[in-house]
């Protein structure tokens, strides 16, 4: 059986981002991973999202959530951006690492 790498170690293996964004990759994969992990993936990523949204609606940051969505025209800012960017890396890893 094939030693489970943490998902950081992909990092180390230029083969795995090479030819692509993040974005890109992490579609990639989705698409040609083992389905239930991908579905276990996401999942993760949805209770993530909701748990974020429980503590905004509990400290009632909810409306400020939606105006600052409302104000992104079309492109997020740079920290949003790299939050995203490092959030489609760690799943990538996770699936690419529980995929092997």
Do not use: H, W
């Not at 748990?51 to 079309?74: F, H, S, T, V, Y």
């Not at 997020?76 to 699936?95: M, R, Y």
């Amino acid at each position: 059986m094939a030693e489970k790498r943490n998902y950081m170690d992909i990092f180390e293996d230029d083969a795995v981002f090479s030819g692509g964004s993040p974005k890109q990759k992490f579609f990639e994969i989705v698409y040609t991973a083992n389905r239930n992990v991908v579905e276990m993936e996401l999942e993760k990523l949805l209770e993530r999202f909701a748990l974020a949204e429980k503590i905004l609606e509990e400290r009632g940051l909810e409306q400020e959530l939606e105006q600052r969505l409302g104000r992104l025209p079309g492109e997020p800012c740079e920290e949003v951006e790299n939050i995203k960017t490092s959030l489609l890396i760690e799943t990538t890893g996770s699936i690419v690492c529980q995929s092997e």
